[in-house]
């Protein structure tokens, strides 16, 4: 890491594994889980929350000596919101489909509690570049969690991975149908999403012993 | 009167804001470890989804939604603000919150004291939002119905947290395998109820329409069989609980 100073890569590898903002601070669950049914849609809500969390922690932590204390909360989610509009107006000129199918979940990036609890932690008190690596760090963590999941979704689900059809045609009996494999209607819904976060974190924690909470 | 009544269960019980939609998960994990704390927010939840869902509906009808602003005047026909949604609607949501905590502060102090220290966690809890922005997308046809949309949300959110708080008190006292422990369980019991809560899909369509349109039809009705079956098993376990906790 010869562009990066130790301490500033730590900014950015610590929430993909140990720091993690789904499975060990317990942020951003809201968001995270309705749609990671497809691989897809997580990968497109993984890129907007980078974007809407590094660059709004960098307005924050620019803006963090002018903001009076009692009204940060609000100043904090108008420049979620002004990002978040940013995200919305692309993806319904880009993605048309795809927007739909997140449906009001762009929105919810404004409470998405990574968002504002990275705000409030960390751009209040430290430097835009700091802040920017910070940002960028997180909303990796949350992505990877959330493309994981997608991922698991959607093969065991539809055993497709962005649409394609990877384990062959469930109709005409090709690849492994053809062995009596049955895709999982079980993943594609809702609930699921919520046992595959709890395994994640299962798997993390049995690797990691130092995480494990006190009962 | 028919639809108040129907709009009333299927919010609770069919579009539950934490089981079908995960909306509110960050406070509804955090604040979960004692039913006494579930219940006070609860309470501020349902509280501020009555307010908030239909101040945003008049504000959706008359200033944001295509042509909302007709009432101005001919030349302002043409308008669509709806991009402003987002915005518009945190901006009520977050003064909202603010100026019940004040009025609550100044008139009762009881009551501030046991929902006080919540009315600011909900400023940014999606559950609030998400009532708005779910009002917007289901085009609630009026202001009674976006009322009755925003309390019912809110007694689903309050019967969800009330249901995780009175399980996990229970837990304490069960062996859990030790990295699954605190978070990972109940992320885990919060999915099985979660398919408990999808048996109430069939209520008040009759089967005609499925709870969620799932994307596979070829294997659906082995795994619908299956499905089923775990929804009765998991129904007693999460009846059960909450016999117990009464």
Same mark, same amino acid.
């Given at each position: 890491?010869?562009?990066?100073?130790?301490? %500033?890569?730590?900014?950015?590898?610590? +929430? #993909?594994?140990?720091?993690?903002?789904?499975?060990?601070?317990?942020?951003?669950?809201?968001?995270? #889980?309705?749609?990671?049914?497809?691989?897809?849609?997580?990968?497109?809500?993984?890129?907007?929350?980078?974007?809407?969390?590094?660059?709004?922690?960098?307005?924050?932590?620019?803006?963090?000596?002018?903001?009076?204390?009692?009204?940060?909360?609000?100043?904090?989610?108008?420049?979620?919101?002004?990002?978040?509009?940013?995200? %919305?107006?692309?993806?319904?000129?880009?993605?048309?489909?795809?927007? *739909?199918?997140?449906?009001?979940?762009?929105?919810?990036?404004?409470?998405?509690?990574?968002?504002?609890?990275?705000?409030?932690?960390?751009?209040?008190?430290?430097?835009?570049? *700091?802040?920017?690596? %910070?940002?960028?760090?997180?909303?990796?963590?949350?992505?990877?969690?959330?493309?994981?999941?997608?991922?698991?979704?959607?093969?065991?689900?539809?055993?497709? #991975?962005?649409?394609?059809?990877?384990?062959?045609?469930?109709?005409? *009996?090709?690849? #492994?149908?053809?062995?009596?494999?049955?895709?999982?209607?079980?993943?594609?819904? +809702?609930?699921?999403?919520?046992?595959?976060?709890?395994?994640?974190?299962?798997?993390?924690?049995?690797?990691?012993?130092?995480?494990?909470?006190?009962? | 009167?028919?639809?108040?009544?129907?709009?009333?269960?299927?919010?609770?019980?069919?579009?539950?804001?934490?089981?079908?939609?995960?909306?509110?998960?960050?406070?509804?994990?955090?604040?979960?470890?004692?039913?006494?704390?579930?219940?006070?927010?609860?309470?501020?939840?349902?509280?501020?989804? @009555?307010?908030?869902?239909?101040?945003?509906?008049?504000?959706?009808?008359?200033?944001?939604?295509?042509?909302?602003?007709?009432?101005? @005047?001919?030349?302002?026909?043409?308008?669509?603000?709806?991009?402003?949604?987002?915005?518009?609607?945190?901006?009520?949501?977050? /003064?909202?919150?603010?100026?019940?905590?004040?009025?609550?502060?100044?008139?009762?102090?009881?009551?501030?004291?046991?929902?006080?220290?919540?009315?600011?966690?909900?400023?940014?809890?999606?559950?609030?939002?998400?009532?708005?922005?779910?009002?917007?997308?289901?085009?609630?046809?009026?202001?009674?119905?976006?009322?009755?949309?925003?309390?019912?949300?809110?007694?689903?959110?309050?019967?969800?947290?009330?249901?995780?708080?009175?399980?996990?008190?229970?837990?304490?006292?069960?062996?859990?395998?030790?990295?699954?422990?605190?978070?990972?369980?109940?992320?885990?019991?919060?999915?099985?109820?979660?398919?408990?809560?999808?048996?109430?899909?069939?209520?008040?369509?009759?089967?005609?329409?499925?709870?969620?349109?799932?994307?596979?039809?070829?294997?659906? /009705?082995?795994?619908?069989?299956?499905?089923?079956?775990?929804?009765?098993?998991?129904?007693?376990?999460?009846?059960?609980?909450?016999?117990?906790?009464?």
């Amino acid at each position: 890491m010869a562009l990066l100073s130790k301490k %500033d890569a730590n900014l950015i590898l610590d +929430p #993909l594994a140990d720091n993690n903002p789904i499975t060990i601070q317990v942020l951003g669950i809201c968001s995270a #889980l309705a749609i990671t049914a497809e691989l897809k849609a997580s990968v497109v809500m993984a890129i907007s929350v980078i974007f809407v969390l590094g660059v709004g922690n960098v307005v924050i932590s620019l803006m963090r000596n002018i903001i009076p204390s009692k009204i940060r909360i609000i100043v904090q989610l108008v420049v979620v919101a002004t990002l978040v509009i940013i995200v %919305d107006q692309v993806l319904k000129a880009f993605a048309y489909e795809l927007s *739909k199918t997140l449906s009001v979940f762009v929105g919810l990036i404004i409470t998405n509690c990574i968002i504002m609890g990275r705000f409030e932690a960390f751009a209040l008190g430290n430097g835009p570049w *700091k802040s920017f690596l %910070d940002g960028i760090g997180n909303a990796l963590g949350y992505g990877v969690i959330l493309i994981i999941v997608g991922f698991f979704r959607e093969l065991l689900g539809s055993g497709t #991975l962005f649409g394609i059809q990877v384990l062959g045609d469930p109709v005409a *009996k090709t690849g #492994l149908y053809a062995l009596g494999y049955e895709n999982n209607g079980f993943m594609i819904i +809702p609930p699921a999403a919520l046992i595959v976060v709890g395994i994640i974190i299962w798997v993390q924690r049995s690797r990691n012993r130092a995480l494990i909470e006190e009962a | 009167m028919l639809e108040h009544l129907e709009l009333f269960f299927k919010s609770i019980f069919i579009d539950n804001m934490v089981f079908a939609v995960f909306l509110g998960m960050c406070s509804y994990l955090a604040v979960s470890k004692k039913v006494s704390t579930a219940v006070g927010l609860g309470a501020a939840v349902i509280f501020v989804l @009555g307010v908030t869902v239909p101040l945003n509906w008049l504000l959706d009808q008359y200033l944001l939604q295509d042509g909302a602003l007709a009432w101005l @005047g001919p030349e302002y026909a043409e308008y669509d603000l709806g991009f402003l949604s987002f915005i518009l609607f945190i901006a009520t949501i977050a /003064t909202m919150v603010q100026l019940v905590e004040i009025v609550v502060e100044k008139f009762s102090p009881a009551l501030y004291n046991s929902l006080g220290i919540f009315l600011p966690l909900i400023a940014v809890n999606c559950a609030i939002l998400g009532g708005s922005l779910f009002m917007q997308t289901r085009e609630i046809p009026n202001l009674g119905l976006a009322f009755n949309y925003g309390i019912s949300s809110g007694i689903g959110w309050f019967l969800a947290i009330l249901a995780i708080a009175a399980i996990r008190e229970k837990i304490r006292y069960s062996n859990v395998p030790a990295p699954l422990r605190g978070l990972g369980i109940t992320f885990i019991i919060t999915g099985l109820m979660g398919i408990g809560f999808q048996s109430f899909g069939g209520m008040l369509t009759g089967d005609n329409e499925p709870p969620e349109p799932t994307q596979t039809t070829t294997a659906k /009705t082995e795994e619908e069989k299956e499905i089923k079956k775990e929804i009765v098993e998991e129904e007693n376990t999460v009846s059960y609980n909450e016999v117990v906790n009464k």
